[in-house]
C-alpha cells in the first residue's frame, strides 16, 4: 500500500526560528493535508492542497503541493511555544484511502 | 457551527468485552471515517462510510466493525477486545467520500480506549 515517509521525526528549536518539514512518497496523491495534534486531542487541519504545485498559507505556516505529486512541505516562520504539538502530512488518492506520516514532534524553547 | 464529536472520550474495558463508539460528524458532513492511533503505528486507517455504506476499509481483523444512519452519524464496534485494542480511535468527516475533491477531513476529539 501506499506510504508516507515524513521527515524529520523530531525538532527541537529555540523560539523564534523557522521549522520546516516535509513527507515523500512514491505514490501520487491528489490532495495533501497537514494537521496538527495536541496531547490527548485529534488532529486539527491546518492547511489543505488540491493542486500540483499550489502554494497555500495560513498566517506563520505556509505549505506546498509538489509538482510530481508525490511530496508536500510544511513550513513554520516565526515560531512560538503554543507550536508545540505532533504535526502530521496526510495524502488523499482517488481510490478514496487517506494515508498519513508518522508525524513530526515540533519541541519549542522559549 | 459544531465540530466532530466522539463519545464517550474515555473508556475502560476488559479482555473479551465488546465495547461501541460514537461519531456524530459535522452538520452536512456525510462521509465518516474512523483511525486507531497508537505510540507504535501512528494513524491507521479502519475504514468509511458514506451513505450509510462501507466505502473503504483498512487492513484490521473482523472483530472491527462499523456502520453508518440516515442522518450521517456513525458507530464503530470492536468485539472479543484484545490488550493490543488499547489506542485512541478518532473520527473524521467530509463533505465528501475521499477522492472527490471536497474531502478534507475533521477530525473529532478521539475516545481514549484502555483494555486491562
Known amino acids: 500500500g501506499q506510504q508516507l515517509n515524513q521527515s524529520p521525526q523530531s525538532m527541537f528549536i529555540q523560539e523564534g526560528e523557522d521549522v520546516s518539514m516535509n513527507c515523500t512518497s512514491s505514490s501520487i496523491f491528489n490532495t495533501w493535508l497537514w494537521y496538527k495534534q495536541d496531547p490527548g486531542e485529534g488532529p486539527v487541519l491546518l492547511i489543505a492542497l488540491y493542486k500540483a504545485g499550489e502554494l497555500t498559507s495560513n498566517g506563520r505556516l505556509t505549505a506546498q503541493f509538489g509538482i510530481t505529486r508525490k511530496d508536500s512541505f510544511l513550513n513554520i516562520s516565526a515560531s512560538i511555544p503554543s507550536d508545540v504539538g505532533i504535526y502530521f502530512c496526510?495524502?488523499?488518492?482517488?481510490?478514496?484511502?487517506?494515508?498519513f506520516g508518522d508525524g513530526t514532534t515540533l519541541t519549542v524553547k522559549p | 457551527k459544531a465540530g466532530v464529536t466522539q463519545t464517550p472520550r474515555y473508556l475502560i474495558k476488559t479482555r473479551g468485552q465488546q465495547v461501541t463508539l460514537s461519531c456524530s460528524p459535522i452538520?452536512?458532513?456525510?462521509?465518516v471515517s474512523w483511525y486507531q492511533q497508537t505510540p507504535g503505528q501512528g494513524l491507521q486507517f479502519l475504514f468509511e462510510?458514506?451513505?450509510?455504506?462501507?466505502?473503504n476499509k483498512g487492513n484490521f481483523p473482523g472483530r472491527f466493525s462499523g456502520r453508518q444512519f440516515s442522518n450521517s452519524r456513525s458507530e464503530m464496534n470492536v468485539s472479543t477486545l484484545e490488550l493490543g485494542d488499547s489506542a485512541l480511535y478518532l473520527c473524521a468527516s467530509s463533505l465528501e467520500p475521499s477522492g472527490r475533491g471536497m474531502d478534507t477531513q475533521y477530525f473529532g476529539p478521539g475516545t481514549r480506549l484502555t483494555v486491562l
Open positions: 452538520s452536512g458532513h456525510r462521509s
Open positions: 496526510a495524502g488523499n488518492t482517488n481510490a478514496g484511502k487517506s494515508t
Open positions: 462510510y458514506f451513505s450509510e455504506t462501507q466505502r
